[in-house]
């Protein structure tokens, strides 16, 4: 597995979750359509920074009572020890009625946090929003008042949420906008492509904020746009 270095993972935090999916596209033109979430997130937590990590993939139902006892040390352990940190978990709700009961609350936020995962991608629901883990992220399906049955499943296994693709130990980008599996190999490369997409994006944002903008000046900032390769 490649390793991501100080100098990558502060400047992926730089950006925006929207910017890594256009650097993405033109780096891996075959993740233009996959890999991040195609159904809208509730966001806990609008105001923290985009958090980066490497994925522990989980499995939950809720509706109905579990046939056997979830084995809660082997669980966190996969959280604390199943890979590379900061880590964020990646859950998939398998109830036909995903966020039936939340697995997410006060309670948890704060025994992920402190196991070094920093936010969780759910398609399933959360509670206790006001006393949750202060600077842990959560992207989720709904808000729901309730646990019901919640249960983890199992771990370690590939999951769909909400339209994103994820395996175990997958980089993934979030922020208030939603999540994104960035390839390792791709990492340096979707820097530099933000770079230059920010360069292109700011001579026409610029040129739209000045006095007396019109189609002229519109067509003299894709021109400059242009030139930046």
């Known amino acids: 597995m490649m390793e991501l270095d100080n100098d990558l993972r502060d400047a992926l935090l730089k950006l925006d979750t929207p910017t890594v999916c256009n650097a993405l596209e033109v780096v891996n033109p075959a993740r233009r359509a996959r890999g991040f979430n195609i159904r809208p997130f509730v966001c806990a937590r609008p105001s923290l920074p985009p958090i980066l990590g490497f994925a522990r993939t989980v499995r939950i139902r809720a509706a109905h009572k579990p046939r056997r006892p979830v084995d809660h040390d082997a669980y966190y352990s996969y959280i604390a020890e199943g890979g590379p940190v900061p880590s964020i978990a990646v859950i998939e709700d398998i109830d036909d009625t995903p966020g039936y009961g939340a697995h997410w609350g006060e309670v948890n936020t704060n025994i992920h946090y402190g196991l070094g995962c920093l936010g969780v991608v759910t398609n399933g629901s959360i509670r206790d ?101």
Do not use: T, Y
Not at 177 to 193: F, M, N, R, T
Not at 206 to 225: C, I, Q, S, T
């Open 129 to 229: 929003i006001p006393d949750s883990q202060e600077k842990f992220q959560m992207l989720a399906g709904m808000v729901n008042p309730s646990h019901a049955w919640v249960n983890v499943v199992d771990w370690g296994v590939d999951v769909n949420v909400h339209g994103m693709e994820a395996s175990h130990n997958d980089l993934v980008h979030a922020d208030l906008h939603g999540s994104v599996v960035i390839p390792l190999e791709d990492a340096a490369g979707v820097i530099e492509e933000a770079a230059r997409i920010m360069a292109r994006e700011r001579i026409v944002i610029d040129a739209a904020k000045r006095p007396g903008f019109n189609m002229e000046r519109l067509r003299e900032a894709w021109k400059g746009m242009s030139e930046i390769h």
